[in-house]
């Protein structure tokens, strides 16, 4: 049943007159009537009896009004729930990371999101480029944030946020230390210390050093136990100088800035090229655009 005959039917059982009900839904009295009448035909019942002027309601009107009344509100807050939904007051959202996306923004976004829409329940995952890319393109996740894999999944839209160079990170007490510029070959005989096998990064760089079957490499899931075993002395990395900034001045690592565009990567945002904006997904992008990157 069309809710407005209902909102009509319940305002009269209130006012007991037609104009203040026209005037409420902002219609005509006749139309009040109308609505009155459908509803009546539609049930084959009366609702009402005229006393002096004034609607009272018979006892099947009683009957209807007990739901009635119920329907109308539970439509109101239903309303009420999309437009606070379309607004970004309620509801969900679902974030996805590469891992250094993740160490050198989330946190502040999610600060930030979590701050304009304390109602929003947020989620965040780190996992690798590829994964993020899938789980957007299924719609698993709504927003992805990730190191370039070059491959681009033709469901999403890419939005580059930003760029990371790799540096070469190993212990003040490692020989390369004292080395003013150091060579692929100088990197190949040491053990390179890689941030698990299915890591887009780590295929970077195998890529970039050449023949796998030359590398002595160790594959690790964590950058903070690569960051510890580089503190021994007798092992280098290809990290992010973001990764490493406590280290870096702290004097517990050093890095050497290997001068070669290719070893720099963009950082991008992705999301479904079906997505239909948001307010919170406007709120997104805007803090993405202020975000120093």
Not at 56 to 77: D, F, M, S
Request: net charge negative; hydrophobic share 40%.
């Amino acid at each position: 049943m069309n809710n407005i005959k209902l909102q009509a039917f319940c305002l009269l059982v209130e006012y007991k007159k037609l104009a203040p009900v026209a005037q409420q839904l902002n219609i005509t009295k006749p139309t009040v009537s109308f609505h009155i009448r459908s509803i009546e035909d539609e049930y084959g019942i009366q609702l009402f009896r005229t006393n002096g002027g004034g609607y009272r309601l018979t006892a099947a009107g009683e009957g209807l009004y007990h739901y009635a009344k119920q329907i109308v509100q539970l439509h109101k807050e239903m309303t009420h729930f999309i437009e606070d939904l379309l607004a970004g007051h309620v509801g969900s959202i679902r974030l996805g990371a590469s891992g250094l996306p993740a160490h050198i923004f989330m946190p502040e976004l999610i600060h930030q999101i979590s701050t304009a829409y304390p109602v929003i329940q947020i989620s965040f995952i780190v996992k690798t480029a590829p994964e993020i890319e899938e789980l957007v393109a299924q719609h698993e996740l709504d927003f992805g944030f990730i190191m370039e894999t070059k491959l681009k999944n033709p469901l999403l839209v890419y939005e580059t946020i930003g760029e990371d160079t790799f540096v070469l990170a190993f212990s003040p007490k490692h020989e390369l230390a004292s080395k003013q510029s150091v060579t692929k070959a100088d990197i190949l005989q040491y053990k390179i210390l890689l941030h698990t096998s299915s890591s887009s990064t780590n295929h970077f760089i195998e890529q970039w050093l050449g023949p796998q079957s030359a590398m002595n490499k160790m594959e690790l899931d964590s950058i903070s136990t690569i960051k510890k075993m580089l503190t021994f002395g007798t092992t280098v990395a290809f990290l992010s100088a973001a990764l490493i900034e406590e280290e870096l001045r702290a004097g517990s690592l050093v890095k050497k800035d290997l001068a070669d565009r290719s070893l720099t990567r963009k950082i991008q945002f992705i999301y479904s090229s079906s997505r239909l904006d948001s307010p919170i997904d406007a709120f997104i992008k805007k803090e993405i655009g202020d975000l120093q990157i």
